[in-house]
T-cell receptor, first 114, second 114 residues
Framework: QQQVKQSPQSLIVQKGGISIINCAYE??????FPWYQQFPGKGPALLIA?????SEKKEGRFTISFNKSAKQFSLHIMDSQPGDSATYFC?????????????FGSGTQLTVLP | EAQVTQNPRYLITVTGKKLTVTCSQN?????MSWYRQDPGLGLRQIYY???????DKGDVPEGYKVSRKEKRNFPLILESPSPNQTSLYFC?????????????FGQGTRLTVV
């Protein structure tokens, strides 16, 4: 079963627009929420991450919004650029036994039109 | 350059023919893991290793084996591949498996089993 649900599956945005990707989770043991960015032919790479004790984290044009009570978090890409076209994965981490486990969402393919 | 190296990048094989996908990291990371990426399912963990000689099952371990005889290497073994193991595979490493640290991914191995 998918522990982290991600939507939409694909997203097309005009250059300069705002891209929004949403994720929801059920497991309250999750305590770290990273986003990974994957370009075609490459492995995922960490983009930005947040802990549940803050509601928002911003790095440049990328912002994570976190709603602990709703168990939802989202990635906002402001002033989207064609170079942002990639697949984005949300993820959630928790301690399972003696090791941290990282669970990924299903991914969102973002296309930014020039 | 810090990196995770997987080989081969592409592999086509026949059902039942044993194969090994190699993974090596040069960052002295303790934690290594294997994921498979399938459309609509995101990244699912196959196996992980907290350190040398310590391995454990992830979410989808059936049909796979791993070993961790050296810190830098973490090969994935398919002893009798089947068509349902056709997928894109990623190896990843992190500094530790106990704390939230960035996961570094290889470039992927696209496996086709016919």
């Amino acid at each position: 079963q998918q522990q982290v649900k991600q939507s939409p599956q694909s997203l097309i945005v005009q250059k300069g627009g705002i891209s929004i990707i949403n994720c929801a989770y059920e497991n309250t043991a999750f305590d770290y929420f990273p986003w990974y960015q994957q370009f075609p032919g490459k492995g995922p790479a960490l983009l930005i991450a947040i802990r549940p004790d803050v509601s928002e984290k911003k790095e440049g044009r990328f912002t994570i919004s976190f709603n602990k009570s709703a168990k939802q978090f989202s990635l906002h890409i402001m002033d989207s650029q064609p170079g942002d076209s990639a697949t984005y994965f949300c993820a959630a981490s928790f301690i399972a036994g003696s090791a941290r486990q990282l669970t990924f969402g299903s991914g969102t393919q973002l296309t930014v039109l020039p | 350059e810090a990196q995770v190296t997987q080989n081969p990048r592409y592999l086509i094989t026949v059902t039942g023919k044993k194969l090994t996908v190699t993974c090596s990291q040069n960052m002295n990371h303790e934690y290594m893991s294997w994921y498979r990426q399938d459309p609509g399912l995101g990244l699912r963990q196959i196996y992980y290793s907290m350190n040398v000689e310590v391995t454990d099952k992830g979410d989808v371990p059936e049909g796979y084996k791993v070993s961790r005889k050296e810190k830098r290497n973490f090969p994935l073994i398919l002893e009798s591949p089947s068509p349902n193991q056709t997928s894109l595979y990623f190896c990843a490493s992190s500094k530790t498996g106990y704390m939230n640290t960035e996961a570094f991914f290889g470039q992927g191995t696209r496996l086709t089993v016919v």
